[in-house]
């Protein structure tokens, strides 16, 4: 069977839910005899199965083709202080994900998160891969460094799917697919994803085809100095994106303007836990707090200015915010569009759309997924 007419034929009906063969036929290019001989091949290897029947035409009605039943994918996320796992079905539907928080400071262990998938498979932990969508520069539990703690997750996630493949996906690159599969950017070829976490990270589909980068690190740009005299930043050097709009620069400034008494709302929290974090951050801003609120419209106005130039460069229709610091809501997101439209040559920014991803991480979820898919579906096809 050819590997590609294989392939596309499944991530067809993926993607657009039952086919006829006919029609099939017709999406892909080549001979309905073609198309038949296929779905016998993938039939047996339990990647489809026979589906409704379609609405008449006028003629006989014809039987379709929809994924098989056996299609079972497990999807994993794990951020800077949550964990959020789920299975889910050939029409990449599943229940709510078990959500297991963390400590940001000590950072996820591998036990947790295997656990959290452990729980989401619960009896039945035959799946064909495991999608697993991993924070960039996160350190785990025990002082894992972050190629220690993937290595660490994958070997353990692996145990516990009963040695089913595990895909690893960048939280951006996998939040993206998501988005693109049935999120704000649904069936859009030309899309930029931005991600605000414990650094800044982006993705971006140019006519379709999403980047990766000569060495799989495309879309770092938290380490691109914006500032020549701004304050310091954990990769030793200054000014740089992260260190304005990153979590850890969030919660030293939140804490200053704590101490300092300037905002009495963090202040408040403070004083009531001994700690501060972005939860804290995000129920001030919506309070209206002056001090929260202006962070949040710093934050927005810096990554916005930051997302003018890829707007520039990848001239998508439209633009996604997310990541833990999106919490920070509307007045982030406005002051992210006001920088790009000012900011972004106007030719290129007439008609961009830039909106806030779902909360939840249900975009990164569906976007390791099909990571996950994409290469369990090859994988059958080949026999490898």
């Known amino acids: 069977m050819t590997r590609s007419v294989g392939d596309s034929l499944v991530r067809l009906l993926r993607d657009k839910g039952p086919r006829t063969r006919s029609q099939l036929a017709e999406e892909l290019g080549i001979s309905r005899t073609s198309v038949s001989s296929e779905v016998v091949a993938l039939e047996s290897a339990g990647l489809v199965a026979e589906g409704p029947v379609a609405p008449s035409s006028g003629g006989r009605r014809s039987t379709t083709v929809r994924l098989g039943p ?20 050939a029409g990449l539907a599943g229940p709510r994900p078990v959500t ?20 989401a498979l619960g009896a039945d932990r035959s799946v064909l891969a495991v999608g697993l969508s991993l924070a960039p520069d996160l350190r785990g539990g025990g002082g894992l460094s972050p190629t220690g703690l993937e290595s660490a997750l994958v070997e353990e996630l692996t145990n516990v799917a009963g040695g089913s493949p595990v895909v690893v996906e960048g939280a951006a690159r996998a939040m993206a697919r998501g988005e693109r599969q049935a999120g704000l950017a649904r069936g ?17 589909y140019v006519d379709g085809h999403l980047g990766r980068g000569s060495e799989g690190q495309a879309g770092a740009v938290g380490h691109v100095r914006v500032d020549e005299f701004g304050p ?28 300092s008494g300037r905002s009495p709302a ?46 520039a460069f990848a001239n998508p229709s439209t633009v996604v915010v997310g990541g833990p610091v999106a919490v920070l809501g509307p007045h982030l997101l406005n002051e992210v569009r006001g920088a790009v439209y000012r900011r972004a040559p106007a030719r290129l920014v007439a008609g961009v759309n830039v909106e806030m991803s779902a ?22 096809v080949t026999g490898s």
């Open 70 to 89: 056996a299609v079972r994918l497990a999807t994993v996320s794990v951020g800077e202080s949550r964990i959020r796992a789920s299975v889910l079905d």
């Open 100 to 119: 297991v928080d963390v400590d940001g400071d000590a950072g996820p262990s591998a036990e947790q998160v295997g656990q959290a998938l452990r729980t």
């Open 188 to 204: 859009l070829d030309n899309v930029v994803v931005v991600r605000i976490g414990a650094t800044v990270t982006t993705a971006a």
């Open 232 to 259: 310091a930043c954990v990769c030793g050097s200054s000014g740089c994106l992260d260190s304005f709009v990153s979590v850890r620069a969030l919660h030293d400034q939140c804490l200053a303007a704590a101490r």
């Open 266 to 311: 963090l202040a408040a929290a403070l004083e009531s836990s001994g700690a501060i974090g972005l939860p804290d951050l995000a129920a001030a801003v919506t309070a209206g707090d002056p001090v929260a609120v202006q962070v949040a419209r710093d934050v927005g106005r810096r990554v916005g200015e930051a997302v003018a130039g890829l707007v």
């Open 359 to 380: 909360p939840g991480d249900r975009a990164a979820l569906l976007g390791a997924a099909l990571a996950a898919g994409d290469h369990a579906f090859s994988a059958i």
